[in-house]
């Protein structure tokens, strides 16, 4: 059964802080994705990487960092936690072109306070 | 650029009613087209997806066809339950593109 796992289901930051929020896939996929949820504004990407140490800019990748060493692996860093940066994180990796199919992780509801 | 469009919610619903949740799309070439459902407190996962033109995408009743000349992928179910409530999401993935375009979801709820 294909997964995409989060480390957190539920994080609560202050304001200031450095947050990582870590994603793994084990279905060999060369395409990963963060994006954050937010109520009326559906998902919006934050960034996405292709490739090993690849990555490119999403819609509103403002704020945030991103690494991927490793396939399966694939990082979200918020630098400076901020009020604004509260929000539902979903990671989603996608086979590309082997399969067309997005998969999506369970999600990361970070509120910074 | 591509966008998807869809129908604006939320939407409710009484128990074993018809459900049409419309997706119109802009893109260039010949996407894929595709239906997420989001339930309570998961992540998205694919409800069905249709590859080329006149293609049906079909799964746990629910149905949708790519219409090419309007280019739609509305989406319909003939008798919704109570579980069916979740976030409904339309996305298309053009040739060549290395990531999904999604609409901005449509809130359903399914009354008893």
């Known amino acids: 059964d294909v997964k995409v796992t989060q480390s957190s289901r539920y994080l609560v930051k202050r304001t200031g802080e450095k947050v990582f929020l870590e994603c793994v896939q084990d279905?060999?996929?060369?395409?990963m994705f963060w994006y954050r949820q937010d109520p009326g504004l559906g998902l919006r990407l934050i960034y996405f990487s292709y490739d090993v140490k690849m990555k490119e800019k999403g819609d509103i990748p403002e704020g945030y960092s991103v690494s991927r060493e490793k396939k399966e692996r694939f990082s979200l860093i918020l630098e400076s936690a901020s009020t604004n940066q509260t929000s539902m994180y979903l990671c989603?990796?996608?086979?590309?072109?082997?399969?067309?199919?997005?998969?999506f992780g369970p999600g990361t509801r970070l509120t910074v306070t | 650029g591509d966008s998807v469009t869809q129908m604006e919610g939320p939407v409710t619903l009484s128990e074993e009613a018809f459900l049409t949740i419309n997706c119109t799309y802009t893109?260039?070439?010949?996407?894929?087209l595709f239906w997420y459902v989001q339930y309570p407190g998961e992540g998205l996962q694919l409800l069905l997806k249709?590859?080329?033109?006149?293609d049906k995408g079909s799964n746990k009743g629910f149905e949708a066809t790519y219409r090419k000349e309007t280019t739609s992928f509305h989406l319909e179910k003939g008798s919704v339950q109570v579980s069916d409530s979740a976030v409904y999401f339309c996305?298309?993935?053009?040739?060549?593109?290395?990531?999904?375009?999604f609409g901005q979801g449509t809130r359903l709820t399914i009354n008893p």
């Open positions: 989603a990796s996608l086979g590309v072109p082997t399969s067309y199919e997005q998969y």
């Open positions: 279905m060999d996929h060369e395409n």
């Open positions: 249709a590859t080329k033109a006149d």
């Open positions: 996305a298309l993935l053009t040739q060549g593109a290395q990531k999904l375009v």
């Open positions: 893109a260039t070439g010949y996407p894929s």
